[in-house]
């Protein structure tokens, strides 16, 4: 008899042992930051904003240097000019230093917004491979481990990068 109570007890520890294995998280990680930056379409993304960004410093370098060849020629002829065409010259200058700064900052603006605009959808289809990779695979949670102090757990980047083909 003492024996079967202590088969019992025995089974009924295991099964609570069981019970707590099955209730604890299944967590895996990934290293998002490794996979967006080998995925071809953010390359090739990253491609079209150095571009356009080039586009936009080509430009700007260009008002800069108008700007500089006018300030040259107005302090060259200031002594020589009247007053009232020094003071014309003078707001001339400060509407160029104007329009400089705003081109400046819509060219900042605009390039945000493309970033954001390329950016977007392919976080997002790399955010529907990982999920679809960590149900498939059983977990219930996967983690960027690029704030993880401790990635001891199983790493899905490859399994990612291979869904997503590449």
Same mark, same amino acid.
């Given at each position: 008899?003492?024996?079967i ?12 042992? #069981? #019970? ?10 990934? =290293? ?14 990253? #491609? $079209? ?6 586009t936009?410093d ?5 008002m800069?240097?108008?700007?500089q =060849?006018?300030?040259?020629?107005y ?14 010259r003078? *707001?001339?200058?400060?509407?160029m ?8 900052? #819509?060219? $900042?603006?605009?390039?945000? $917004? ?42 899905? =980047?490859?399994?990612?990068? *291979?869904?997503?083909?590449?």
């Open positions: 008899m003492k024996q109570k202590t088969l019992l007890v025995a089974a009924a520890l295991l099964l609570a042992a #069981n #019970n707590t294995m099955n209730a604890q998280a299944k967590i895996a990680h990934v =290293t998002v930051s490794e996979i967006m930056s080998k995925m071809p379409a953010m390359l090739d993304a990253q #491609n $079209q904003l150095q571009k356009l960004s080039g936009y080509a430009e700007y370098k260009k800069i240097d108008e700007y =060849t006018k300030i040259k020629k302090e060259q002829e200031a002594a020589t000019a009247t007053e009232a065409v020094n003071t014309e003078s *707001k001339e200058v400060q509407d230093q104007k329009r400089i700064g705003d081109y400046r900052e #819509n060219a $900042q603006k605009e390039l945000q $917004q493309k970033e954001t605009d390329i950016v977007k959808p392919l976080m997002e289809k790399v955010r529907a491979s990982i999920q679809k990779i960590g149900k498939a695979k059983g977990f219930q949670y996967v983690v960027d481990d690029s704030s993880l102090l401790l990635a001891d757990g199983p790493n899905l =980047t490859a399994d990612v990068k *291979k869904d997503l083909g590449f």
